[in-house]
């Protein structure tokens, strides 16, 4: 399949040029208060899954010399100037299409989850500089697992998948070694124990940490949140939750962050910061509303709508609610907000309300800097903007200003943005695929645009 090199992109309020230069950033297409020239830009076309109900694929990685997105049918690995095609893996199986992507991509090796409907319950691991399968499992069938879409948890060279009634299972990334299941024996207790404990959910990062549930009859009952020894899938402490924990999510794995709610039924949240040891090293005052969207993460890895920056955590969360929209019409009511917290104190240190007609921020994830930026998609009546936010004090500069909805090219409202090098790739999220409807033309799986480089 053919890319679009979209190198003019049709506005409705004008034209919006990235003319093609050498690479090197000879474009017009200047953005943000910096001033700085644009690269090339372009796009991937969106290809259709086949599911009623898509699950977003997270799937976007980078190599020294290409960007990879997974895409329903097949991975491709693209020049990051040019967008041009530089290899291409069909996804395996007769039937099957990719329906979820590790976030991580360690010693360039991503983990993907591949199935026909409703069952996904395939992994493999693929090498990243050439597209190559190095492995490949199918979980067992459990009818005491959870439900759920597919989940793939990875910590360093070890990846924790599971599936809708199949077993959770632990692989070696690097050779695809079988290393533990969440049903062994002895696991969560003694070898005499009763079976009576199972994992809710694994999350990956830098730590492995899992929710896991104890029934009655069992040492400890109740919900807890534990730090898994990825070798092993034992745990090496456990701190209780309450009530309603197993409704909770891990937002992030170094330190470990975990909302706990007291009032899941209300989307209000509460979360908890812990020490190395599980020890409670502060709650985050206040009780945040979480947006709902696909892009906050399914829990198998750090939650992409909360940023760390050294002391400050950073979230994207539903504004207060309090109905104060500007009178002037400008600003919606509904619009979201980031706000941000002391990790060591838990007080609340600043808010920062998305400005325009129903904007939303979108943290921006990052590698390769500790920058807080937020991306936020335009529509008719405002620009699509990159921001920069001062994690102390919240003061927010544009980087980039893009212009008004596109025509031509258009990534839709719940984007993925991911900034690498001087570009920001824009991946899209839940696009509808109801049956006999087909997505607008513009619609696409990638974009880049010029980023936070000057």
Known sequence: ?????????????????????????????????????????????????????????????????????????RLVGLDPKTGKQRWEAPTPGSGSVLCQASADST???????????????????????????????????????????????????????????????????SDGKQLWK?????LYEDDDAKDTCRGDGYTGGKQLVRIQHC???????????AAVDPATGRAKWKYRLGEYGGQGQVLATSPIVVDDPEQPY?????????????????RLEGAPK??????????????????IAGDKLVMASDGDGDGDGDDDGKNSEDNNQLTAWSLTTGKRLWDQRATGYLQTYHLVATSDTDDILAYSAGNIHDPSTLVRFDPATGSRKTVR??????????????????????????????????????????????????????
């Open 107 to 173: 010693a360039g090796i991503a983990v993907l989850a591949r199935g026909s409907g409703a069952a996904c319950h395939t992994f493999y691991a693929v090498d990243l500089t050439s597209g190559k399968m190095l492995w490949e499992h199918s979980t067992g069938s459990d009818n005491q697992a959870p439900t759920g879409a597919p989940r793939i948890a990875r910590s360093g060279d070890v990846v924790v998948v599971s599936a809708d009634d199949h077993v959770t299972t632990a692989y070696r990334v």
């Open 1 to 73: 399949m053919a890319l679009g090199l979209v190198l003019v992109v049709a506005l409705g309020a004008g034209v919006w040029m990235l003319l093609p230069g050498d690479g090197t950033g000879d474009g017009s297409g200047k953005g943000g208060s910096g001033g700085s020239r644009a690269t090339v830009s372009w796009s991937l076309p969106y290809t259709r899954s086949g599911l009623d109900h898509p699950r977003m694929i997270r799937g976007v990685w980078f190599t020294d010399k290409t960007v990879v997105k997974a895409l329903p049918e």
């Open 266 to 282: 209300e989307g209000r949240m509460r979360v908890s910061v812990l020490d190395d040891d599980g020890k409670l090293r502060t």
């Open 401 to 454: 200003t893009y212009r008004p909805t596109p025509t031509k090219a258009w990534i839709g409202s719940d984007p993925y943005p991911v900034a690498h090098g001087k570009s920001l790739y824009l991946s899209s999220g839940y696009v509808s695929e109801e049956k006999g409807t087909e997505p607008e033309r513009r619609q696409k799986s990638l974009m880049a645009l010029p980023g936070n480089g000057n």
């Open 215 to 225: 029934l009655l009859g069992s040492k400890d009952p109740g919900t807890y949140l």
């Open 182 to 186: 969440d049903d062994d024996k002895g």
């Open 290 to 307: 979480r947006r709902y969207g696909l892009s906050r993460g399914d829990g198998s890895a750090p939650a992409t709508d909360v940023r």
